[in-house]
């Protein structure tokens, strides 16, 4: 039998966690050991849990995803982070991967999309939406140059 892969869900949005929940325990080779409502939660249940990965929203109460991508790093470098977020500009995207995310996933993306983005980030590949690769080759095309990237409002 092959061992389950634990999952922690950090989306302040009560309906959208219990949805991620029913849609992820429907897969036998994932097993949910968490969740947490804002970051400060979030970094918490990667310390109490050690799980093999995080799907992290980027907007949420207390601490932002993008700090918490940073200390979760910190606390645990071998857990995986996708970002589920509705946030699509290059400079989140950047800001992101940057952090150390693994993979960012748009929330109007498809079920199957985020299962395939868990798969290929379980399996030590990166995942970007396909709807945000083009921004993200664009940018890079043009050689752009951003500042550091502040959600709060400051570079």
Known sequence: MKKAFSIVIA??????????????????????????????EAIRCVRDHSPDMILLDLSMPRMT????????????????????????????????????????????????????AIRHVLEGRRYLSPSISGTVIDGLLQGKRHPPFDPHGKV
Request: hydrophobic share 40%.
């Open 65 to 116: 995803g993008l700090d918490a991508i940073k200390e979760i790093k910190r606390v645990n470098a071998d857990t995986k982070i996708i970002v589920l977020t509705v946030h699509s500009t290059e400079e989140y995207i950047l800001a992101t991967l940057q952090a150390g995310a693994d993979g960012y996933v748009l929330k109007d993306a498809h079920s199957t999309e985020l299962q395939t």
């Open 11 to 40: 989306e302040d949005h009560t309906i959208l966690r219990e949805g991620l929940k029913s849609l992820l325990s429907s897969h036998p080779e994932l097993k949910i050991v968490g969740e947490a409502g804002d970051g400060l």
